[in-house]
C-alpha cells in the first residue's frame, strides 16, 4: 500500500512537470518562425546599416540604383573616360601635325640691321659676310613637291595610330562597364549577406530568450542555455562582418560610378531570371576575336608600324621642294640696294649622302618593331581565348551552383526543422540543434549570393567577348 502511494506520487509530480514543460516549450518558437525570420526575401536591397560605431546608417530614401543606371553614372562621371577620350582627340590632332608637311608653308620676316656699312664678317659660319644698313620685310615660301612617299606613310601611321587610340578609349569603356557590374553585383552579395546575418541574430535571438527561461524554469540545463548564447555571439560576429564587408563594397561601388562621397543606394536588380549560357565557347571566341577593341587597336598600331616603316625606309630616297621668296626694302643704301623689292623662286633636290647609317639603322628598327606589335597581337589572341574559355566555364558553373544551393537551402530548412522536434521532445541536445541552425545560415548565404556571383561572371563573359553595351 505505501508503494502504491509513491508511485502515485511520483506520477502526479511527473505529469504536473510535463505540464509545465509543453507550457513553455509552447513559447519557443518552431523551426518554421525560425526560417521565416531568417530568411528574408532579396530580389530587392536596400542599403542598410547598423548603428555601430563610427558607421552612419544611410538614408532609406536613397537613390535607387539598378545595374543599367550604375553602367551609365560610370560612364558619365569616372575619370578614366575622361582620360581616354582625351587621348584619343590628341592623337587625331598628330594627325594634323603630320599632314601639315604636305601642305605649302608661308613666313613673314620683318629685319632692321644698323651696322658698319660694307663690312665683313670674318669668323664664324658660313653666311653672308657683307653688312649692311637696311630695313625690309618680305615672305618664304616652301612647298613639298615629294619625298616620294615618306611624308605620306608617315600621315597614314598617325592615322592608324589615331584610330588605334579610339579603339583603346572603347575598351576603357568596357572596362569602366564590367567595373560597375562587378561593383554593383559585389554589393548586392554583401547586402544579401549582410540580411542574413541580421535575419540570423534575430532568431537566435528569440531562441536564446526561450532557452533562457527554460533554464530558469529548471527544464533546460545551463549547458543548453551556454550553447544558445555561444550560437548568439556567432549570429552578432557574422553580422559584423557582413556589415564591414557591405560598407567596403559601397565604397568600391562609390569609387567606379566616379563619386569620393559615401552615397548610398537602393540597389534593385533585374527581376527577370538571367540568361543562360551559350551552350557553346566556340562562337563566343569567334566574337571575341572579331570584337575584341584592344584586339583591334593591336592590329592597328602594326598596321600604323608597318607604314612608318616604310616611311623610314624611304628616308634614303630624295627630297623635292618648290621655294619662293619676295619682299621690300624701304630702308637702304642705292649702291647695295638697287630695287627697293626683291624676289626669287626656284626647285631645291635634297639627297641624303650618307648620314652614319642612321637612316639604315631607323629603318631596320622600325621593321622589328613591326614584326614585334604583330607578335603582341599573337600574344593577345592567345590570351583572350583563353580567358573566354575560363570566363565561359565560371559561368556555367555559376549556373549549376544556383540550382545546387536552391536544393541545399531546402534540406537545410528540413534539417532544421527535424533538429528542432528531435530537441523539443527531448531526443537530441542542443548540439545537433545548433548545427542545423549553422547549416541554414551558411545555406542561407549561398543561396543569395549564387545568382549575384552568376550575374557577375556573365558580365565578366560579355566583356571577354567584347560584347558590353
Not at 587625331?92 to 640691321?113: C, D, F, H, I, W
Not at 656699312?117 to 659676310?129: N, P
Not at 533562457?212 to 552578432?236: E, G, I, Y
Not at 541545399?408 to 541552425?437: C, F, H, K, M, P
Request: proline share 4%; glycine share 4%; hydrophobic share 45%.
Amino acid at each position: 500500500m505505501r508503494n502504491r502511494n509513491l508511485f502515485l506520487s511520483l506520477w502526479l509530480l511527473l505529469c504536473s512537470l510535463a505540464m509545465r514543460a509543453q507550457q513553455a516549450v509552447a513559447q519557443l518558437p518552431d523551426a518554421p518562425q525560425i526560417q521565416a525570420q531568417a530568411q528574408q526575401p532579396t530580389p530587392v536591397l536596400n542599403s542598410v546599416t547598423t548603428n555601430s560605431p563610427g558607421s552612419h546608417p544611410p538614408d532609406s530614401t536613397g537613390e535607387t540604383l539598378t545595374r543599367q543606371l550604375a553602367e551609365q553614372l560610370a560612364l558619365k562621371n569616372n575619370p578614366r573616360i575622361s582620360v581616354a577620350a582625351l587621348l584619343a582627340l590628341a592623337q587625331k590632332q598628330v594627325v594634323r601635325e603630320t599632314r601639315s608637311a604636305l601642305l605649302p608653308a608661308l613666313n613673314g620676316n620683318l629685319t632692321g640691321v644698323d651696322a658698319e656699312e660694307a663690312s665683313r664678317i670674318s669668323a664664324g659660319t658660313l653666311s653672308d659676310s657683307r653688312l649692311l644698313y637696311h630695313a625690309g620685310a618680305g615672305v618664304d615660301f616652301s612647298q613639298l613637291i615629294t619625298d616620294f612617299g615618306r611624308t605620306r606613310n608617315l600621315v597614314a601611321s598617325s592615322s592608324f595610330q589615331a584610330k588605334a587610340s579610339q579603339q583603346q578609349s572603347e575598351a576603357t569603356r568596357e572596362d569602366i562597364v564590367l567595373a560597375a557590374d562587378i561593383a554593383f553585383y559585389n554589393a548586392l552579395e554583401a547586402q544579401a549577406t549582410l540580411q542574413v546575418a541580421k535575419s540570423t541574430v534575430k532568431a537566435r535571438q528569440a531562441v536564446g530568450d526561450q532557452v533562457n527561461a527554460l533554464t530558469a524554469s529548471k527544464l533546460k540545463s545551463t549547458l543548453d542555455q551556454s550553447f544558445a548564447q555561444v550560437n548568439l555571439s556567432q549570429a552578432k560576429l557574422l553580422a559584423l562582418d557582413s556589415q564591414n564587408q557591405f560598407d567596403a563594397a559601397m565604397a568600391n561601388l562609390n569609387e567606379v560610378l566616379g563619386t569620393t562621397s559615401n552615397q548610398q543606394y537602393q540597389l534593385v536588380d533585374d527581376p527577370s531570371p538571367p540568361l543562360p549560357v551559350a551552350p557553346s565557347v566556340d562562337a563566343i571566341i569567334a566574337l571575341a576575336l572579331q570584337q575584341r577593341p584592344d584586339l583591334l587597336a593591336l592590329k592597328l598600331n602594326h598596321d600604323a608600324d608597318l607604314r612608318f616603316s616604310r616611311a623610314q625606309h624611304e628616308q634614303l630616297l630624295p627630297t623635292i621642294s618648290g621655294l619662293g621668296v619676295v619682299g621690300i626694302t624701304p630702308v637702304g643704301s642705292s649702291t647695295y640696294f638697287t630695287p627697293d623689292w626683291y624676289g626669287a623662286a626656284g626647285i631645291n633636290i635634297g639627297i641624303p649622302i650618307f648620314e652614319g647609317f642612321k637612316f639604315h639603322a631607323q629603318a631596320a628598327e622600325a621593321d622589328l618593331r613591326a614584326k614585334a606589335s604583330d607578335e603582341q597581337s599573337r600574344v593577345l589572341i592567345n590570351l583572350i581565348v583563353r580567358d573566354v574559355r575560363t570566363a565561359w566555364l565560371r559561368a556555367n558553373t555559376a549556373q549549376q551552383k544556383m540550382s545546387v544551393t536552391a536544393e541545399l537551402l531546402q534540406e537545410a530548412n528540413t534539417a532544421l526543422d527535424l533538429a528542432d522536434t528531435r530537441y523539443r521532445l527531448g531526443l537530441s541536445s542542443i548540439v545537433e540543434l545548433s548545427q542545423a541552425q549553422l547549416q541554414q545560415t551558411q545555406a542561407q548565404i549561398a543561396e543569395a549570393n549564387a545568382r549575384f556571383d552568376y550575374e557577375a561572371d556573365l558580365a565578366a563573359l560579355r566583356f571577354q567577348s567584347g560584347s558590353q553595351p
